[in-house]
Structures are given as structure tokens and as C-alpha cells.
């Protein structure tokens, strides 16, 4: 990582954390989600350790997904996308860094955060250390996809709703094998295929989607 | 020549505004674009930025030479304005930004959070960026919106000695900015007047 590409890291984990950085809300909705589904659900521990893999995977993809639209728009808005397009750090650096960022006070404090909202949904014990490894696995990806989302969607005025739409199918293989290895793991089946495949959509998607997000950029900056 | 354009045609959502430009910009010279408002200056500085494709036409210049002052300043405000010019820095890979604070006297302000100047003082921010790119063309759009006549003559003598240093510089601008030695291009001669679409689906997205 070139020292421009730092700065840029830098600068935004201390957006984010200073005022108005929406840091806390992805969280905040995480921990609010993990602690109604019991109270909505009842106090059935064998129905809260059933649904607990699905719930935790459902919840951090959403709460990644509050925050996804900040990603470009902001830096859109004030004029520095503009300023950063022609800057001596390549765009598709610029889309790395914002996605490694993104996920950094989004998806790493949520895998952190999972096993104590596993105690609330009664989640196996067997699955908790399946739980964070699939979300250190997972999560990055949705970083990835929604940095892909968001540079498609960055010049239109509310595209939050449109970023969703674009995004959740593109979630959708990652929810699945995800909550499948904490699910796997839970009951003490082999999860090795799941875990391999949800690896490998990181990995993919780490190879690929910063040179799309970077296309889509440019044309959007016209 | 720093900069060159060549019968350029720049176009705006799909519409070409403006069509056969040539022009050049040696290092040590000025050009000012004049033209009513719609004429296509900030789409020509973008074109020449490299943000957008020229519509017909090249424009000719080294990779990396480009510092460009849009209407927006590029600004984050909860940094401080050291923070702002040191991440620009940063970027460009320069590691000095005393030079840029002292020129545009924002020693003062150095440790206010952008979002707490007033409008001229973020704009002097903004055009402090310019130096800590250390690139020699400078593309600027109005800049001299909402600063004060001190602020616009103590710019004016950042772009001269900028000049003076073998720099160039293309200034979109309604205010005088006091710079004797600029060549003036008017736009208006090459205005397209007939609006005819290029294609929808660019108009239309």
C-alpha cells in the first residue's frame, strides 16, 4: 500500500469515528435486531438456537447495508471523488482502500460483536468460533460488493434505495454458505464445501471488484 | 507547451456545447476562459482534467500535470484544516504544507475544523490544495467566489508566483483577477447553438 493509499485509509476511519461518521449504526442496528428476535420470538431456546445462525448472518448483512451508501456519495457530494480521480493513486486503489476501510468500521466490529448477540439467540456452543470465522470470511465480501453498488449508483440523488436493490441478489451467495458453516457448526456436521465457497467469493470478489467499481466510477464522474 | 487542445468539441449530459478549440498553454502562462453562464467552461476544464472524454478532438499533456479547482472544494468538515491539506499532501505525495497555509494565511485556522470556516475561508482552503499537488497546470473554476478583494489579490499573487515558477494555469472566472499577463479566450465563438442529442441514453441516464 503506497503512502497515498494510507492517507486515504486514515482519513476515513477518522470520519468515521468522529461525529456524524455513522460508525455506531450499523452496530447499533445489529445489537437492537439480535436482542428483539428473542423478545419477538418467544423464549423457546431450541427455536432461538435454530433460527440464531440465520438471524446473525441476516442481521450483519443488513447492517453493513445502512452504511454502504457512504462510501462514494459523501466523497461525491464535497467534490473529492472529482480531486481523487485524477490524483497520482489509481482509482481502483481508491475503490480497495474505501471497501478495506468500509469494512473495518462495519464488518470487523460485527463479527467481534456476534458471539455475545449468540449468547441472546441461544446459539450451540460448538458454533460460536464458526461464527466468527464465517463472518472474518463473509463480511469482507459484503464490503467489496457494496463498494461495487455504490460506484454504480453514486451520481443519483436518494440511490440508497437503488444501491439496495443492485446489492442484495449479489449478497445473497454469501448469506447462504455463511449462515450454512455457523449452522453446520452448530449441529457438528463437516462444513468444510461451505466454508470453501464462501472463501472463494471473498477471494473473487477481492480480485475483481475493485477494477469494476473503478469502471463504474469513471463513467459516473463524466 | 504544458497543455494543448486540438479542434476540441466537449459535450455536457449528451449535448455538445462546445466544438473546435485549439488552443495551447506554455509554462509560465495564463489563459482565462470568458463566456456567459452555460457556455461550457466548467465542462471544458473537466474534459481538460481528464474527468470526461473530449467529444471530438484530443487534448494533448503529460500524465500527472493536472491540479484541478472544482466549485466544490473537496473538503471534509470534521478535519481540521491541517488535516484537509495533509491528507491532500498525501495523496500527491508532498510532505510540506506550511507553504500552502502561510500563502493563502490560513496559519490562523490551521487547527479549526473545515466545517467551521465561513465560505471564503473554506475556499481558501480549497485553492491551498493547489500547492501541496505540486503539479503544474492548474485547471480553476470560479475561484475567486466568495472571497473578499484581500483574499482575491493575495490569491492572484499565488497563481503569479506559480507562474513565475514555470507553472500554467486556465482560470474560468467572472471577477478580474488582476492578472495583466493572462491571454483571454472567449467561448462564445465556439458555442454549439443547435442542441442536437448525441445518442439519448447518456442525456437520458
Same mark, same amino acid.
Given at each position: 500500500m503506497g503512502p497515498g493509499m494510507r492517507a486515504l485509509l486514515l482519513r476515513d476511519l477518522r470520519l468515521a469515528v468522529r461525529s456524524g461518521g455513522g460508525f455506531g449504526l450499523g452496530l447499533a442496528f445489529f445489537l437492537i435486531l439480535s436482542v428483539l428476535v428473542p423478545l419477538g420470538v418467544g423464549a423457546d431456546g431450541v427455536v432461538l438456537g435454530r433460527i440464531a445462525p440465520g438471524i446473525l448472518w441476516v442481521g450483519a448483512l443488513l447492517a453493513c447495508l445502512l452504511s454502504l451508501d457512504r462510501i462514494f456519495a459523501l466523497d461525491h457530494e464535497d467534490g473529492s471523488l472529482d480531486l481523487l480521480a485524477i490524483s497520482p493513486v489509481p482509482l481502483e486503489g481508491v475503490v480497495a482502500v474505501k471497501a478495506l476501510a468500509h469494512w473495518l468500521v462495519t464488518g470487523l466490529p460485527l463479527t467481534l460483536m456476534a458471539p455475545g448477540l449468540g449468547v441472546l439467540l441461544n446459539l450451540g456452543p460448538s458454533a460460536y468460533g464458526w461464527l466468527v470465522v464465517s463472518l472474518l470470511l463473509g463480511t469482507p465480501t459484503l464490503s467489496l460488493v457494496g463498494a461495487f453498488g455504490a460506484a454504480l449508483t453514486v451520481g443519483v440523488r436518494r440511490g440508497g434505495l437503488l444501491l439496495s436493490l443492485l446489492v442484495l441478489p449479489l449478497y445473497i451467495p454469501t448469506l447462504i454458505f455463511g449462515a450454512e458453516v455457523v449452522r453446520r457448526g452448530a449441529e457438528g456436521m463437516a462444513l468444510a464445501t461451505p466454508l470453501a465457497l464462501l472463501a472463494a467469493i471473498s477471494l473473487g470478489a477481492a480480485a475483481l471488484l475493485p477494477f469494476a467499481s473503478a469502471a463504474a466510477l469513471r463513467v459516473n464522474l463524466r | 507547451m504544458l497543455i494543448e487542445a486540438h479542434s476540441l468539441a466537449v459535450a455536457r449530459g449528451g449535448v455538445t456545447v462546445l466544438a473546435g478549440l485549439t488552443f495551447a498553454v506554455a509554462p509560465g502562462a495564463a489563459l482565462s476562459l470568458r463566456g456567459p453562464n452555460g457556455a461550457g467552461k466548467t465542462t471544458l476544464l473537466r474534459t481538460l482534467a481528464g474527468l470526461q472524454p473530449p467529444a471530438a478532438g484530443r487534448v494533448t499533456l503529460a500524465p500527472d500535470t493536472v491540479a484541478y479547482a472544482a466549485h466544490a472544494d473537496g473538503l471534509k468538515s470534521s478535519l481540521t484544516v491541517a488535516e484537509n491539506l495533509a491528507f491532500w499532501a498525501a495523496i500527491f505525495g508532498c510532505r510540506d504544507i506550511d507553504r500552502a497555509v502561510q500563502a493563502l494565511d490560513l496559519s490562523l485556522l490551521a487547527r479549526r475544523p473545515a466545517g467551521e470556516l465561513s465560505a471564503g475561508q473554506k475556499r481558501r482552503l480549497g485553492l491551498a490544495r493547489l500547492l501541496v499537488t505540486g503539479r503544474p497546470v492548474w485547471l480553476l473554476d470560479e475561484p475567486t467566489v466568495s472571497l473578499d478583494a484581500a483574499s482575491v489579490s493575495l490569491f492572484a499573487g499565488v497563481i503569479r508566483r506559480h507562474l513565475a515558477g514555470g507553472g500554467a494555469a486556465i482560470i474560468a472566472s467572472h471577477v478580474d483577477l488582476a492578472l495583466p499577463e493572462a491571454r483571454v479566450l472567449e467561448l462564445a465563438p465556439y %458555442?454549439? %447553438? @443547435?442542441? @442536437? %442529442?448525441?445518442?439519448f441514453d447518456e442525456a437520458f441516464l
Open positions: - | %458555442r454549439v %447553438r @443547435a442542441l @442536437a %442529442r448525441d445518442g
